[in-house]
Protein backbone atom coordinates (compact mmCIF):
# COMPACT_ATOMS: atom_id res chain seq x y z
CA UNK A 1 0.00 0.00 0.00
CA UNK A 2 1.63 3.65 -0.97
CA UNK A 3 1.14 6.18 1.68
CA UNK A 4 -1.33 9.13 1.17
CA UNK A 5 1.26 12.10 0.40
CA UNK A 6 3.44 9.50 -2.47
CA UNK A 7 -0.02 9.32 -4.31
CA UNK A 8 -0.84 12.57 -3.93
CA UNK A 9 2.53 13.68 -5.64
CA UNK A 10 1.88 11.03 -8.12
CA UNK A 11 -2.06 12.61 -8.75
CA UNK A 12 0.28 15.85 -8.78
CA UNK A 13 2.47 14.81 -11.41
CA UNK A 14 -0.20 13.12 -13.68
CA UNK A 15 -1.95 16.47 -13.43
CA UNK A 16 0.73 18.79 -14.54
CA UNK A 17 1.81 16.73 -17.36
CA UNK A 18 -1.60 16.93 -18.67
CA UNK A 19 -2.07 20.35 -18.02
CA UNK A 20 1.49 20.93 -20.51
CA UNK A 21 1.12 21.42 -24.31
CA UNK A 22 4.89 20.93 -24.36
CA UNK A 23 7.29 19.25 -22.27
CA UNK A 24 10.85 19.10 -22.20
CA UNK A 25 12.51 16.16 -20.04
CA UNK A 26 16.43 16.12 -18.79
CA UNK A 27 18.86 14.66 -16.81
CA UNK A 28 22.41 14.18 -15.11
CA UNK A 29 25.44 15.32 -17.26
CA UNK A 30 26.95 12.05 -18.50
CA UNK A 31 24.35 10.25 -18.60
CA UNK A 32 23.86 6.74 -17.70
CA UNK A 33 20.94 3.99 -18.87
CA UNK A 34 19.12 5.07 -15.44
CA UNK A 35 19.31 8.69 -16.86
CA UNK A 36 18.38 7.88 -20.25
CA UNK A 37 15.76 5.05 -19.26
CA UNK A 38 14.09 7.60 -17.44
CA UNK A 39 14.12 10.27 -19.66
CA UNK A 40 13.48 8.65 -22.75
CA UNK A 41 10.93 6.35 -21.51
CA UNK A 42 9.15 8.76 -19.87
CA UNK A 43 8.60 10.79 -23.42
CA UNK A 44 7.26 7.77 -24.76
CA UNK A 45 4.87 7.08 -21.93
CA UNK A 46 3.48 10.77 -22.36
CA UNK A 47 3.94 10.53 -26.22
CA UNK A 48 1.63 7.63 -25.74
CA UNK A 49 -0.94 8.70 -23.22
CA UNK A 50 -1.12 12.33 -25.04
CA UNK A 51 -0.64 12.01 -28.78
CA UNK A 52 -0.84 15.61 -29.62
CA UNK A 53 1.72 16.97 -26.53
CA UNK A 54 5.36 18.05 -28.22
CA UNK A 55 7.53 16.12 -25.86
CA UNK A 56 11.41 16.30 -25.83
CA UNK A 57 14.11 14.49 -24.15
CA UNK A 58 17.47 16.36 -24.48
CA UNK A 59 21.24 16.52 -23.39
CA UNK A 60 24.39 15.55 -24.58
CA UNK A 61 24.16 11.95 -26.15
CA UNK A 62 26.36 9.28 -25.07
CA UNK A 63 27.84 7.23 -27.38
CA UNK A 64 28.12 4.37 -25.18
CA UNK A 65 24.23 4.15 -24.73
CA UNK A 66 23.26 4.56 -28.16
CA UNK A 67 20.53 2.07 -28.45
CA UNK A 68 18.37 4.30 -26.28
CA UNK A 69 17.93 6.26 -29.51
CA UNK A 70 18.27 9.39 -30.26
CA UNK A 71 17.82 12.59 -28.02
CA UNK A 72 16.06 15.86 -29.27
CA UNK A 73 17.28 19.17 -29.69
CA UNK A 74 16.04 22.08 -26.90
CA UNK A 75 12.98 23.47 -28.51
CA UNK A 76 13.89 27.49 -28.73
CA UNK A 77 11.16 29.15 -26.87
CA UNK A 78 10.13 26.95 -23.69
CA UNK A 79 9.00 30.30 -21.37
CA UNK A 80 5.47 27.84 -21.38
CA UNK A 81 6.48 24.64 -20.87
CA UNK A 82 6.69 22.04 -18.15
CA UNK A 83 10.59 20.75 -17.62
CA UNK A 84 11.08 17.42 -15.85
CA UNK A 85 14.14 16.40 -14.23
CA UNK A 86 14.92 12.49 -13.92
CA UNK A 87 17.68 11.12 -11.81
CA UNK A 88 19.36 14.56 -11.11
CA UNK A 89 19.61 15.81 -7.23
CA UNK A 90 21.09 19.25 -7.79
CA UNK A 91 20.85 21.92 -10.65
CA UNK A 92 24.60 21.97 -11.27
CA UNK A 93 24.29 18.55 -12.61
CA UNK A 94 21.40 19.22 -14.62
CA UNK A 95 22.76 18.83 -18.53
CA UNK A 96 22.16 21.86 -20.63
CA UNK A 97 19.13 23.42 -19.19
CA UNK A 98 18.40 26.90 -17.80
CA UNK A 99 15.70 26.22 -14.96
CA UNK A 100 14.48 29.83 -15.58
CA UNK A 101 12.94 29.25 -18.84
CA UNK A 102 10.60 27.14 -18.10
CA UNK A 103 7.06 27.52 -16.49
CA UNK A 104 7.24 25.44 -14.43
CA UNK A 105 9.30 21.75 -12.78
CA UNK A 106 8.80 19.12 -11.62
CA UNK A 107 12.06 16.68 -10.30
CA UNK A 108 11.96 12.83 -10.01
CA UNK A 109 14.65 11.84 -8.56
CA UNK A 110 16.47 8.54 -6.29
CA UNK A 111 19.82 10.43 -4.88
CA UNK A 112 19.98 11.59 -1.61
CA UNK A 113 18.59 14.96 -1.13
CA UNK A 114 20.70 17.87 -2.23
CA UNK A 115 18.69 20.92 -2.93
CA UNK A 116 14.84 21.87 -4.09
CA UNK A 117 14.14 23.03 -7.63
CA UNK A 118 10.66 21.76 -8.23
CA UNK A 119 7.29 23.05 -8.26
CA UNK A 120 6.89 19.27 -7.86
CA UNK A 121 9.81 16.99 -6.11
CA UNK A 122 9.50 12.98 -6.04
CA UNK A 123 12.43 12.43 -4.32
CA UNK A 124 12.85 8.77 -3.19
CA UNK A 125 16.20 7.94 -1.59
CA UNK A 126 14.90 4.05 -1.28
CA UNK A 127 14.21 3.69 -5.02
CA UNK A 128 17.05 1.16 -7.11
CA UNK A 129 16.43 4.03 -9.78
CA UNK A 130 14.64 6.78 -11.34
CA UNK A 131 13.70 3.88 -13.62
CA UNK A 132 11.87 2.37 -10.56
CA UNK A 133 9.92 5.59 -10.08
CA UNK A 134 9.03 6.33 -13.24
CA UNK A 135 7.35 2.67 -13.32
CA UNK A 136 5.76 3.74 -9.93
CA UNK A 137 4.23 7.06 -11.23
CA UNK A 138 2.84 4.75 -14.63
CA UNK A 139 1.27 2.35 -12.56
CA UNK A 140 -0.17 4.40 -10.15
CA UNK A 141 -1.78 7.56 -12.52
CA UNK A 142 -3.50 6.94 -16.16
CA UNK A 143 -0.30 7.29 -17.96
CA UNK A 144 0.18 4.44 -20.43
CA UNK A 145 3.00 2.01 -20.89
CA UNK A 146 3.84 0.85 -24.33
CA UNK A 147 6.37 -1.78 -24.96
CA UNK A 148 9.47 -0.06 -26.19
CA UNK A 149 9.03 2.94 -23.06
CA UNK A 150 8.87 -0.38 -21.11
CA UNK A 151 12.25 -1.70 -22.63
CA UNK A 152 13.85 1.85 -21.67
CA UNK A 153 12.92 1.41 -18.72
CA UNK A 154 13.98 -2.12 -17.60
CA UNK A 155 17.65 -1.33 -19.06
CA UNK A 156 17.61 1.60 -16.60
CA UNK A 157 16.83 0.03 -13.46
CA UNK A 158 18.98 -2.74 -14.63
CA UNK A 159 21.84 -0.65 -15.12
CA UNK A 160 21.35 1.08 -11.74
CA UNK A 161 20.97 -2.13 -9.29
CA UNK A 162 23.54 -3.88 -11.66
CA UNK A 163 21.11 -7.13 -12.45
CA UNK A 164 19.63 -7.07 -9.13
CA UNK A 165 22.84 -7.16 -7.51
CA UNK A 166 22.79 -4.14 -5.48
CA UNK A 167 21.26 -3.30 -2.14
CA UNK A 168 18.55 -0.94 -3.10
CA UNK A 169 17.19 -3.89 -4.84
CA UNK A 170 13.72 -4.79 -3.03
CA UNK A 171 10.65 -6.37 -3.14
CA UNK A 172 9.14 -3.35 -4.80
CA UNK A 173 11.47 -3.78 -7.50
CA UNK A 174 10.74 -6.82 -8.24
CA UNK A 175 6.68 -6.11 -8.12
CA UNK A 176 7.34 -3.10 -10.31
CA UNK A 177 9.04 -5.03 -12.89
CA UNK A 178 7.07 -7.94 -12.87
CA UNK A 179 4.12 -5.66 -13.34
CA UNK A 180 6.23 -4.13 -16.26
CA UNK A 181 6.91 -7.47 -17.92
CA UNK A 182 3.28 -8.60 -17.60
CA UNK A 183 1.69 -5.53 -19.02
CA UNK A 184 4.50 -5.38 -21.81
CA UNK A 185 5.62 -8.72 -22.78
CA UNK A 186 9.03 -7.22 -22.89
CA UNK A 187 11.62 -10.09 -23.98
CA UNK A 188 13.92 -8.60 -21.39
CA UNK A 189 16.93 -10.99 -21.79
CA UNK A 190 17.47 -10.13 -25.69
CA UNK A 191 17.80 -6.26 -24.14
CA UNK A 192 21.13 -7.79 -21.99
CA UNK A 193 23.23 -8.12 -25.52
CA UNK A 194 23.29 -4.13 -26.16
CA UNK A 195 23.57 -3.03 -22.87
CA UNK A 196 26.66 -5.69 -22.03
CA UNK A 197 28.41 -6.36 -25.40
CA UNK A 198 31.86 -4.96 -25.34
CA UNK A 199 34.66 -4.49 -27.53
CA UNK A 200 38.07 -7.03 -27.12
CA UNK A 201 39.91 -3.55 -26.52
CA UNK A 202 37.52 -2.87 -23.70
CA UNK A 203 38.08 -6.29 -22.26
CA UNK A 204 41.68 -6.11 -22.78
CA UNK A 205 41.57 -2.77 -21.06
CA UNK A 206 39.97 -3.92 -17.87
CA UNK A 207 42.37 -6.85 -17.73
CA UNK A 208 44.86 -4.09 -17.50
CA UNK A 209 42.79 -2.30 -15.01
CA UNK A 210 42.62 -5.31 -12.47
CA UNK A 211 46.08 -6.05 -12.94
CA UNK A 212 47.64 -2.79 -11.97
CA UNK A 213 44.99 -1.75 -9.44
CA UNK A 214 46.68 -0.36 -6.27
CA UNK A 215 45.33 -1.91 -3.46
CA UNK A 216 46.07 -0.38 0.37
CA UNK A 217 46.09 -2.40 3.48
CA UNK A 218 42.63 -0.66 4.66
CA UNK A 219 41.49 -2.11 1.68
CA UNK A 220 41.39 0.97 -1.00
CA UNK A 221 41.99 -0.26 -4.73
CA UNK A 222 42.89 2.92 -6.87
CA UNK A 223 44.54 3.81 -10.77
CA UNK A 224 45.11 6.78 -11.87
CA UNK A 225 45.07 6.72 -15.81
CA UNK A 226 46.83 9.74 -17.88
CA UNK A 227 46.41 10.56 -20.95
CA UNK A 228 49.27 8.57 -22.23
CA UNK A 229 48.09 5.51 -20.99
CA UNK A 230 44.29 5.74 -22.19
CA UNK A 231 45.94 6.50 -25.48
CA UNK A 232 48.31 3.59 -25.15
CA UNK A 233 45.58 1.51 -24.37
CA UNK A 234 42.93 2.44 -26.84
CA UNK A 235 40.14 3.59 -24.51
CA UNK A 236 38.30 7.16 -24.00
CA UNK A 237 37.90 8.50 -20.70
CA UNK A 238 33.93 7.37 -20.65
CA UNK A 239 35.03 3.59 -21.30
CA UNK A 240 37.90 4.11 -18.77
CA UNK A 241 36.01 5.18 -15.91
CA UNK A 242 33.14 2.40 -16.70
CA UNK A 243 35.63 -0.30 -15.97
CA UNK A 244 34.45 0.61 -12.37
CA UNK A 245 32.12 -1.58 -12.53
CA UNK A 246 33.66 -4.64 -13.21
CA UNK A 247 35.48 -4.91 -9.73
CA UNK A 248 32.56 -5.69 -7.28
CA UNK A 249 32.93 -8.45 -4.75
CA UNK A 250 37.21 -8.72 -4.22
CA UNK A 251 37.88 -9.67 -1.01
CA UNK A 252 40.58 -7.64 -0.25
CA UNK A 253 38.85 -4.35 -1.59
CA UNK A 254 36.33 -2.35 0.38
CA UNK A 255 36.08 0.68 -1.72
CA UNK A 256 37.86 0.75 -5.29
CA UNK A 257 38.31 4.27 -7.50
CA UNK A 258 39.46 5.12 -11.20
CA UNK A 259 40.57 8.60 -11.93
CA UNK A 260 41.19 9.24 -15.17
CA UNK A 261 41.89 12.39 -17.64
CA UNK A 262 39.44 13.85 -19.54
CA UNK A 263 41.33 15.64 -23.02
CA UNK A 264 37.95 17.49 -23.51
CA UNK A 265 37.63 18.94 -20.30
CA UNK A 266 40.68 19.26 -18.84
CA UNK A 267 40.00 17.51 -15.88
CA UNK A 268 40.24 13.98 -14.14
CA UNK A 269 36.93 12.21 -14.27
CA UNK A 270 36.36 9.96 -10.59
CA UNK A 271 34.46 7.03 -10.70
CA UNK A 272 34.30 5.52 -7.02
CA UNK A 273 32.22 2.13 -5.57
CA UNK A 274 32.18 0.54 -2.19
CA UNK A 275 30.49 -2.80 -0.67
CA UNK A 276 30.55 -1.12 2.51
CA UNK A 277 32.10 2.06 3.51
CA UNK A 278 29.84 4.92 2.95
CA UNK A 279 31.73 7.01 0.45
CA UNK A 280 29.39 10.12 -1.47
CA UNK A 281 30.42 12.01 1.96
CA UNK A 282 34.31 12.10 0.39
CA UNK A 283 32.59 12.49 -3.45
CA UNK A 284 31.04 16.06 -1.72
CA UNK A 285 33.65 17.15 -0.35
CA UNK A 286 35.83 16.96 -3.53
CA UNK A 287 32.86 18.54 -5.41
CA UNK A 288 31.01 15.35 -6.62
CA UNK A 289 28.86 13.39 -5.12
CA UNK A 290 26.54 10.48 -6.12
CA UNK A 291 25.07 7.31 -3.70
CA UNK A 292 26.35 5.96 -0.49
CA UNK A 293 27.71 3.27 -2.38
CA UNK A 294 28.44 4.75 -6.33
CA UNK A 295 29.70 8.03 -6.79
CA UNK A 296 31.54 10.59 -8.48
CA UNK A 297 33.85 13.69 -9.36
CA UNK A 298 35.76 15.88 -11.25
CA UNK A 299 38.97 17.07 -9.85
CA UNK A 300 41.66 19.29 -11.41
CA UNK A 301 44.62 16.87 -11.23
CA UNK A 302 46.28 14.00 -9.94
CA UNK A 303 48.03 15.75 -7.16
CA UNK A 304 43.92 16.43 -5.75
CA UNK A 305 43.69 12.19 -6.95
CA UNK A 306 45.90 11.65 -3.87
CA UNK A 307 44.29 13.70 -1.54
CA UNK A 308 41.32 12.00 -2.94
CA UNK A 309 43.02 8.62 -2.17
CA UNK A 310 43.85 9.35 1.36
CA UNK A 311 40.02 10.44 2.14
CA UNK A 312 38.84 7.56 0.65
CA UNK A 313 41.26 5.02 2.15
CA UNK A 314 40.71 7.07 5.95
CA UNK A 315 36.96 5.83 5.62
CA UNK A 316 37.72 2.33 4.44
CA UNK A 317 40.00 2.04 7.77
CA UNK A 318 37.15 3.50 9.95
CA UNK A 319 35.03 0.77 8.60
CA UNK A 320 37.54 -1.95 8.87
CA UNK A 321 37.60 -1.40 12.42
P1 LIG B 1 29.53 7.13 -12.24
O1 LIG B 1 30.71 6.63 -11.50
O2 LIG B 1 29.85 8.20 -13.24
O3 LIG B 1 28.70 5.99 -12.77
O4 LIG B 1 28.58 7.86 -11.16
C1 LIG B 1 28.10 7.22 -10.02
C2 LIG B 1 27.16 8.15 -9.28
O5 LIG B 1 27.84 9.34 -8.88
C3 LIG B 1 25.96 8.62 -10.09
O6 LIG B 1 24.84 8.62 -9.23
C4 LIG B 1 26.28 10.02 -10.50
O7 LIG B 1 25.16 10.83 -10.61
C5 LIG B 1 27.19 10.50 -9.38
N1 LIG B 1 28.21 11.38 -9.93
C6 LIG B 1 29.12 11.08 -10.88
N2 LIG B 1 29.91 12.14 -11.17
C7 LIG B 1 29.49 13.15 -10.39
C8 LIG B 1 29.87 14.53 -10.24
N3 LIG B 1 30.87 15.07 -10.95
N4 LIG B 1 29.20 15.28 -9.35
C9 LIG B 1 28.18 14.75 -8.62
N5 LIG B 1 27.76 13.46 -8.71
C10 LIG B 1 28.40 12.67 -9.59
Excluded at 69 to 94: A, C, F, H, M, Q
Excluded at 126 to 151: D, H, P, R, Y
Excluded at 185 to 201: A, G, P, Q
Excluded at 255 to 282: C, H, M
Aim: charged share 25%; hydrophobic share 40%; glycine share 6%.
Amino acid sequence: MLGRDRVNTFKKIYKMIKKYNTIVLARHIGPDPDALGSTLGLKEIINYTFPNKSVYAVGAPASKHKYFGTLDELPSNTEDSLLIVLDTPNINRIDGINLKNFKEVIKIDHHPFVEKFGNIELVDETSSSACQLVMELVFNTKLKLNKSAAEKLYMGLIGDTNRFLYSYTTTKTFDLVSSLIKETKIDFTSLYENMYIKSLKEVRFQSYVIMNLIVTENGLGYIKLDQELLDELEVDVATATNAVNGLSYIDEIYVWVIFAYDKQNDNIRVSIRSRGPIINEVATHFNGGGHMYASGARIKDFEVADEFIKELDEVCKQYKN
